[in-house]
């Protein structure tokens, strides 16, 4: 907005010109502020799933695993939705299961996030972590460690599926292909099953 001169004006537009004068010291930035909220949610509005057959109902597919993990005949447990969910470990001897999926981030992600339904059964007692399960991103190329998403043992057991949602930095992660891999472990006795399905790895852009 430009002022008028003020010398050309009378009195009484003087005082108009005042008053207005005091809101607009402070609508500009109050505006301003909207404005930029208003853009950085239009931004980050649209949100992509990066994972194919994410709920394994379309079998072994899309996912690597080094045995017959997804599983739709209801062994062990039901999935938690559909027929088919990812079943690691749960032999009670000494073994280590493997499930994951290559993704890559676009260069415009805004936001990322991982979520998974987890179920945890074990034979094991006592309050120590024999058998475990991890959850971790690592670089495609090189197959070093990106981060560790989330840690489950026999302590984890539980009767239920129970979402695991994590915020991942996603500067570190803008354009780069990863796998996103569930690993498993088991001690030499005692069997720990660990049930895995509607698996998410979201970007919002
Ligand atoms: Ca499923
Ligand atoms: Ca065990």
Redesign the pocket.
Known sequence: MKLPVLSSLPLFALVVLSACGGGLEQDPSVVGEEIAQTEQEVGCAATVQLLSNPGFESGAVSWYQNAAIIDGSGAGSLARTGSWKAFIQGY?TSRNDQLGQVVTVPSNACTLVFRAWVKVT???TGGFP??SMTVRTLDNATSSIIETLATYT?LSVGTGYVLTSVSLPVATYRGRTIRLQFDGS???????SFFVDDVRLTYTW
């Open positions: 009670g074990t034979t094991e024999f058998d026999n088991e001690d030499i006795s005692n069997a720990t």
